[in-house]
């Protein structure tokens, strides 16, 4: 059974606030990953508060987690499957937050600003990874399946793509060693967004016991194929 599957009638109030909560827990999380990658690849300056909005994704996971045991305390097979997602869940989306601050503590080594062809490579994968928050919610929230299905074919493009990345960083000799150690960084926290992205994604799609693995979508027939989503 997919999560979808478990929203045919009216939402019951664990459902109702795990969908509000999930929404906001993605927009700050966005909103820090754009601000954060700005700061490490644009060269930007940081005027937002990521500790606070860090703060305030903890405290909505904590909220999530109290709820789900009081739920499921008062009625343990009421919502049981879509409660234990829900875990995975919101701790997907709150480690988000922890990876924004890690780019921006990764800026904070450079020596120098990022520039030229290295860093190219780098902004059109945050690009593409900023469109998957969009996913994200339009897959949790929305119910739309295959807008989570297309995020978890999109995350593992990043996976590639950041994988060739890294191997060419590690042949170059025309870079620094900040230089390297700040792009790998910068390249390792951003796949580790997409992935707790798609892991969301996953939970939306798939059954509890196949939950954070890839490709989900790829079909009955496909059981030797699957793998972590990271």
């Known amino acids: 059974m997919s999560l979808l599957d478990l929203f045919r009638n009216e939402p019951p109030p664990l459902v109702r606030q795990a969908f509000s909560n999930v929404k906001a827990m993605l927009r700050d999380g966005h909103e820090m990953f754009a601000a954060a990658s700005a700061h490490l690849l644009d060269n930007e300056i940081l005027d937002l508060d990521l500790q606070d909005l860090d703060r305030g994704i903890d405290e909505r996971e904590q909220d999530l987690r109290r709820a789900v045991l009081e739920h499921l305390t008062i009625d343990p097979d009421r919502e049981l499957v879509f409660s234990l997602k829900l875990i995975s869940i919101v701790h997907e989306a709150e480690r ?3 990876r924004a601050r890690a780019l921006a503590r990764t800026r904070e080594m450079a020596r120098k600003q990022r520039m030229g062809e290295p860093v190219e490579p780098l902004r059109e994968v945050r690009d593409r990874i900023l469109t998957m928050f969009d ?7 929305d119910s739309e399946e295959e807008e989570a299905r297309a995020l978890m074919h999109e995350h593992e493009r990043v996976k590639d793509d950041t994988t060739a990345y890294l191997h060419d960083l590690a042949d170059r000799e025309d870079l620094s060693a900040n230089e390297g150690v700040v792009y790998s960084l910068g390249a390792h926290n951003m796949r580790r967004v997409s ?3 798609a892991n969301i994604a996953s939970t939306v799609v798939s059954p509890f016991d196949r939950i954070r693995r890839s490709p989900a979508w790829a079909g009955d ?3 030797g194929r699957l793998s972590k989503v990271e």
Do not use: T
């Open 96 to 98: 988000i937050g922890d």
């Open 135 to 141: 996913r994200a919610e339009a897959g949790f929230v």
């Open 195 to 197: 992935s707790h992205l």
């Open 221 to 223: 027939n496909d059981e």
